[in-house]
């Protein structure tokens, strides 16, 4: 038996892409589960900010940090609304900065059909892989999340920055080719970034280990019930995959804290 706060699975790029659960004593390595019944029991909460037995409202927090902790300001969703540059505080300047003001890169992925996103330069291969991308390539290397951001901007006319996770689940994606975007996205994006082009970065690839492939899924999680429970057959993105179609997203349940019981 395993116990402990549910954070989002922290993941190895390997082939296939290996997840782990880390809980403070253990760790869990979740692709040797797969082929055997896991059951997640809530039994109580614990806000990812403020470590209370709080109810958790979005992301991991409860509805107070939701609304107050610099963690979940409304640049982490929107980073053209960034301003640490600026050195204007949001809700608390020194971790603003902190995150902020290192570099971030644009990127294609494809996911269910070619997304574009931003995210800090160390943070890229996990970035990646917690959206279930099967390809990504690097556009532009820039040095803050403003910057990112309003390339980001730019890139939505032709680009989705949305992935469609049904159709990522169920290996429904478009045929488009990643290197062919790739071009389209740097001509769009202009001189304005020409001194942040990445021409030479490859394209990543990523593999899921996934025993037998589905054609609809539905959501579970413990907001909705007590108890999560089914047969393991796949994991890709943050989604655990179980043989009815029902799928459990780990970081859409951050915060929770859970009895996890795993049985043949
Ligand atoms: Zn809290």
């Not at 403070?24 to 390595?29: A, C, E, I, V, Y």
């Amino acid at each position: 038996m395993f116990s402990g706060v549910l954070k989002k699975m922290t993941s190895i790029h390997d082939d296939p892409v290996r997840y782990i659960l880390d809980f403070d004593n253990d760790l869990l390595f979740l692709n040797q589960v797969i082929g055997k019944k896991i059951k997640f029991h809530k039994t109580g909460y614990c806000c990812l900010s403020c470590f209370e037995n709080l109810q958790i409202f979005a992301n991991g927090f409860c509805k107070k940090c939701f609304f107050e902790s610099p963690l979940s300001g409304e640049w982490v969703m929107k980073p053209e609304l960034s301003k640490a540059h600026l050195k204007i505080e949001d809700r608390d300047i020194s971790y603003e900065k902190k995150v902020q003001l290192q570099n971030h890169i644009v990127y294609l992925s494809k996911t269910s059909g070619i997304k574009v996103g931003v995210t800090r330069s160390n943070n890229m291969t996990t970035r990646w892989i917690d959206q279930g991308a099967i390809e990504a390539v690097v556009l532009i290397e820039v040095p803050n999340r403003y910057l990112a951001g309003i390339a980001e901007v730019k890139l939505k006319d032709k680009f989705s920055d949305k992935t469609n996770w049904r159709k990522m689940l169920t290996s429904n994606i478009d045929e488009a080719d990643i290197k062919n975007e790739k071009k389209i996205a740097i001509d769009s994006l202009g001189s304005e970034f020409q001194d942040y082009f990445k021409n030479d970065s490859k394209v990543l690839k990523f593999n899921y280990q996934i025993d037998k492939l589905i054609d609809s899924v539905k959501s579970i999680s413990l907001k909705k019930s007590d108890d999560v429970e089914g047969k393991l057959i796949g994991i890709k993105g943050q989604y655990l995959i179980f043989d009815d179609s029902s799928v459990f997203n780990v970081r859409s349940n951050e915060g929770y804290v859970v009895d996890i019981s795993i049985s043949d």
